[in-house]
């Protein structure tokens, strides 16, 4: 038996964590800095530029913020509990519920020895993020407080990290963003403590609001959108106003779906009025350039946008980019098209827009996509957090940016090989399901025991399938269970195949109380499931993709350390 990585089962584990203007390119600077923030590594020159706008010293480049948040314990203790509910809808433009997964607890903030009395504090996420070991938090200064700000901001967004183990990502990927010309959020570091509780490193990422939109447009007044939408007919419903939630007019989104359904010749026109075409161009190739699979051109998530009255054009901005740099080979589809919504989908159908998508694509992989400077900002952010997430160099923190790093060398090369073969094919029809690709069902049995994460080989299963045309069929199996570090029940399953690859399936049980037995449905917030292929040769892990319609049964199960831990698991692939 070919040995297992230890790349393979911390990528894999943090992919299962997953799921949701046309200004020049300005002259290339640290990745992880915006052009216009006049910050520097240069104590002095960060003061200079918080005196103008107080919010930077919360965006430093060379400093870890020291956050140390107190609330009631017993407020905490619920809010870490709280879970995301199925099935509780959001405001939409279709329908505006009162009721909220996640309430606001007051509490006292102290960053770098400064404090804020009585700001609300609440819980974010949801599939991806979630975690109540390690909750993500938001800030908001003037929930009990009216007026109260903290360094000029309203919120404050504090994200775990919870599907990017190496914990750069998303400080990099604004960076890179913004050095596109594209508003982007700013980004840095922040050491966590509740109650005295150390909860380790978080992303501090730039909040979507008013704030934001003043920093980056003449007039902050338009109507602000997150995802859950799309603009094919009748499907605008699922967007989120964020500027009007009770009773909102979202008839401004009308004009794009009529302008998505005009002939190519009158395409661009059309578009370009109702939303920023260049501007988009630039976003879309930079979701690609970055591999931001789970954004909006390839999942339809993670993204909001702005209708600024000034041009009477929508922008995109950048969301929830802690999946990126992950470089996965997907068997039914180019690496370098992502065209699953309904925008770069028509764009990309028609030829005039398509060559004018392939050609930025080409000049942000000679511009902003820099592997030298980038390369230089991944080890400055190590340096910088190591001594804090992982001062042992026990916890895989080092492997983990390894991966970014192997994808920043490899990435330009990998998608120019791709388009200097021609231009690319998309494959899939316009829908709402046009990426629902469904590469076939799999069944697995596992009997391990638990505590063995540590152990790959702890126990025996088996998988039976065709997976993309491959046989996953096998019953030389190794299992594991266990505790996560984010305090989640794992399954892990390991079947060797008659070619020396792997079949792997993990397995996430939100509570690990749940495990008991009895069966439950993969419903993708209290258990989810991935499968993937895996290389041991390479150490790389591809294809596959998320499990749905299916379940998860447990025959014997307890979370007694050596317990037995027997049961199955069975699901259609879904490649994302």
């Not at 870890?64 to 619920?78: C, K």
């Not at 010309?181 to 922040?190: E, H, K, Q, V």
């Not at 190519?264 to 578009?271: G, K």
């Not at 109380?513 to 390479?538: E, K, W």
Request: glycine share 10%; aromatic share 8%.
């Amino acid at each position: 038996m070919r040995p297992i990585q230890t790349g393979v089962l911390l990528a894999l584990g943090a992919w299962l964590s997953a799921s949701c203007g046309g200004e020049e390119v300005p002259e290339r600077l640290d990745a992880g800095q915006p052009s216009d923030a006049g910050q520097s590594s240069d104590a002095g020159v960060a003061v200079d530029a918080a005196a103008a706008d107080p919010s930077e010293v919360l965006f430093r480049r060379d400093h870890v913020l020291e956050i140390s948040i107190t609330l009631n314990p017993a407020d905490w203790a619920v809010l870490r509990e709280e879970p995301e509910v199925i099935g509780l809808p959001k405001v939409t433009c279709a329908e505006q519920p009162v009721e909220t997964p996640y309430h606001y607890f007051e509490g006292d903030l102290t960053i770098d020895g400064v404090s804020t009395t009585r700001v609300g504090v609440r819980k974010k996420g949801g599939f991806g993020s979630i975690s109540s070991a390690r909750p993500a938090l938001k800030i908001k200064a003037n929930e009990y407080v009216r007026g109260q700000r903290i360094s000029s901001l309203e919120s404050l967004t504090l994200n775990n990290n919870h599907q990017d183990p190496s914990l750069i990502s998303q400080c990099l990927g604004y960076g890179l963003f913004r050095q596109a010309g594209l508003p982007a959020s700013r980004c840095s570091f922040a050491h966590v403590i509740v109650n005295g509780e150390d909860l380790g490193v978080y992303s501090h990422v730039e909040s979507i609001n008013e704030d934001f939109l003043a920093r980056h447009f003449a007039d902050d007044t338009g109507r602000l959108y997150e995802s859950g939408g799309d603009f094919w007919r009748g499907q605008t419903g699922g967007f989120q106003p964020k500027t009007d939630k009770v009773n909102p007019d979202c008839s401004d989104l009308d004009p794009v779906v009529g302008a998505l359904e005009v002939g190519d010749s009158e395409l661009l026109e059309t578009l370009d009025a109702v939303v920023n075409v260049d501007a988009f161009m630039t976003y879309w190739a930079m979701e690609v350039i970055t591999d931001h699979w789970d954004g909006y051109a390839n999942n339809r998530n993670n993204y909001f946008f702005y209708h600024d009255p000034t041009s009477d054009q929508l922008h995109f901005i950048p969301w929830g980019i802690d999946a990126l740099f992950a470089g996965r080979t997907r068997t039914t589809r180019p690496s370098s098209v992502f065209a699953c919504a309904s925008i770069p989908w028509r764009l990309y159908d028609a030829p005039e827009t398509r060559a004018r998508y392939l050609e930025r694509l080409r000049e942000l992989l000679g511009s902003v996509w820099s592997e030298s400077t980038i390369l230089t900002e991944i080890s400055r952010m190590q340096t910088l957090i190591e001594p804090i997430a992982d001062p042992t160099g026990t916890r895989g923190l080092r492997a983990q940016i390894e991966g970014v790093r192997k994808f920043v060398e490899t990435r330009s090369d990998r998608l120019l090989a791709e388009l200097d073969e021609g231009t690319p094919e998309w494959p899939f029809p316009a829908g709402e399901d046009s990426c629902a690709i469904n590469l076939g069902e799999i069944n697995a049995t596992f009997d391990t025991r638990w505590d063995t994460l540590d152990n790959f080989a702890a126990g025996t299963g088996t998988t039976n399938g065709m997976i993309a045309g491959v046989s996953v069929t096998s019953s030389t199996g190794y299992s594991s269970a266990g505790l996560s570090e984010e305090s989640q029940g794992i399954i892990r399953l390991f079947t060797l195949l008659d070619d020396g690859t792997y079949a792997v399936l993990f397995v996430i049980v939100q509570d690990p109380a749940d495990i008991m037995p009895g069966s439950m449905p993969i419903d993708l917030v209290n258990v989810a499931a991935i499968m993937a292929f895996y290389d041991p040769i390479s150490d790389t892990s591809y294809g596959g993709g998320l499990l749905l319609n299916g379940s998860l049964s447990l025959s014997r199960a307890s979370l007694a350390s050596g317990a037995p831990i027997v049961g199955s698991v069975t699901g259609d692939v879904f490649e994302l």
